[in-house]
């Protein structure tokens, strides 16, 4: 690698420790701090602070809790130039930033799309090269992200124009893709400590509503205080635009409190996760994965499957679909479901990404309610009763140990000889299997004795797929 690619830490020893035993050590610390919440689940975004560890190190380790063990395609970290003036935005488009915990490599690919994608995201070490706001987030991503890469942006213009721009280009390049997006941010700065408590909380109030126009409208207004008031609004524009719908408050303190002094200069901090409500939270088991749809993305395909469902049964013209997202004209595999009164009503599917997925869908809706072989068409006079649900699959793969399956997040392949049998994540976790029991039925599924999965000529394969229903989608 270049040296003239890695940008070096420049903060290591102000910031945080430089010797990298004692840096891991204070994570790791500030890290156990933090209780578990295992009810918060499909976070798309963080809102971090970026003081000196010893100030505001406790509030982040409460945002980099809530993903510690993940794996993400890339880390998009968003920061404020402190020094540097940009126009539009500027990114760290090769090699990698360094920091005591070694290389942090920059995913190249990723960023060359979103430069494509926006003109005004410009590949420069302007605002990079002094500034502590992004580099203090990455020791945390180092202790927390397993194969980590990220995208390091910084921005100056706060303009709304410039931060939707910059939002419209990232969530253009993330579809598809498991992305976690960081906002570095600290919060009120000034000598009053009320002051600092009552517009820290109500900045955050604002954060949490995860209303980005609103929240750009409060900055403007000097209503609301951050130092990071861009990437946040960015951050939550993109994030909703990739399916997120909550944000919670995990933890806020300033730097009086955390010093134990009431006077003098002080500086509100804050942790907000970003997130989709999952299925498990509204009653239901959490099943498959998040492959990057927006709400709007699993919106359309609902539609197309109901009315292509609707038209097929009334033998009528089935109708085109203007579709513009990016991601629902990727060639990917989806079956389609139907339940009528929680009974199965017909499934059908493409295992393998022939098409774009909204032509798959297309496709499949029509094929689960007239071509099942196990039940009869759908009626006309059944329309009414229908229940859809939608799985989108990542590509197959192999395995060797059937301790690579987890329940609840894969699907099942069993092929031997001629014979093969598929069963959808969703039907272990519907029907409250461990593992054993998932592979016998998908052996049955396959016309196979219900211990062949442990038969060295069987091949097992998993897959998982993003799953929602009518109901997720209202």
């Not at 578990?36 to 100030?55: D, E, F, S």
């Not at 253009?172 to 906002?183: D, E, H, N, Q």
């Not at 000097?222 to 995990?250: D, F, R, T, W, Y």
């Not at 798959?360 to 071509?371: F, I, S």
Request: with cysteine; net charge neutral.
């Amino acid at each position: 690698m270049a040296t003239e690619n890695i940008r070096r830490a420049v903060v290591a020893g102000q910031f945080y420790p430089a010797d990298p035993d004692e840096l891991k050590g204070m994570i790791d610390e500030f890290l156990s701090n933090v209780p578990a919440q295992p009810g918060l689940k499909n976070i798309l975004g963080l809102v971090c602070p970026h003081a000196g560890y010893v100030y505001s190190g406790q509030t982040a380790a409460y945002a980099y809790k809530t993903v510690q063990g993940n794996e993400y395609d890339a880390v998009i970290v968003i920061a404020p130039s402190h020094r540097d003036p940009i126009e539009g935005a500027s990114i760290w488009n090769k090699g990698a930033y360094q920091t005591p915990l070694g290389l942090v490599p920059v995913n190249e690919a990723l960023a060359s799309e979103i430069m494509a994608l926006e003109p005004a995201i410009q590949a420069t070490q302007y605002g990079h090269r002094m500034e502590h706001s992004l580099e203090v987030q990455l020791p945390f991503l180092q202790r927390t992200v397993r194969n980590l890469t990220i995208i390091p942006i910084v921005i100056q213009d706060y303009s709304l124009s410039n931060l939707k721009r910059i939002a419209r280009a990232i969530a253009r390049a993330s579809k598809g893709k498991k992305i976690l997006l960081v906002a570095s941010t600290d919060l009120y700065h000034g000598e009053n400590y009320k002051q600092c408590l009552d517009n820290s909380k109500f900045t955050l109030e604002k954060i949490t509503k995860l209303e980005p126009e609103q929240l750009f409208d409060s900055f403007e207004s000097g209503k609301s205080q951050a130092c990071g008031a861009g990437p946040v609004v960015i951050v939550e524009m993109i994030a909703k635009e990739l399916g997120a719908n909550k944000a919670k408050l995990l933890a806020q303190t300033n730097s009086n409190d955390v010093m134990g002094q009431r006077g003098g200069y002080v500086v509100g901090y804050g942790a907000v996760a970003i997130y989709r409500n999952s299925p498990e939270q509204n009653g239901k088991k959490e099943v498959g994965i998040d492959m990057g749809l927006s709400l709007e993305d699993k919106k359309q395909l609902m539609e197309i499957a109901r009315k292509s469902i609707e038209a097929a049964v009334k033998g009528e013209k089935i109708p085109d679909f203007k579709v513009t997202s990016s991601i629902l004209k990727e060639n990917r595999g989806a079956f389609v479901t139907i339940h009528k009164k929680n009974q199965l009503r017909g499934c059908i599917g493409y295992i393998v990404g022939y098409k774009p997925l909204h032509l798959t869908v297309k496709e499949m809706a029509q094929a689960a309610a007239l071509r099942d072989p196990r039940f009869p068409p759908v009626r006309p006079a059944e329309l009414k009763d229908l229940h859809l649900e939608i799985s989108v699959l990542t590509p197959i793969q192999p395995i060797k140990n059937i301790e690579e399956i987890e329940v609840g997040k894969h699907g099942i392949i069993i092929e031997r000889g001629y014979n093969s049998g598929l069963l959808l994540p969703q039907v272990a976790t519907e029907n409250n299997w461990d593992r054993t029991t998932f592979l016998e039925h998908t052996c049955q599924k396959a016309g196979l004795p219900v211990n062949s999965w442990k038969e060295s000529d069987t091949v097992i394969k998993i897959f998982s797929a993003d799953v929602f229903s009518q109901d997720d989608v209202k």
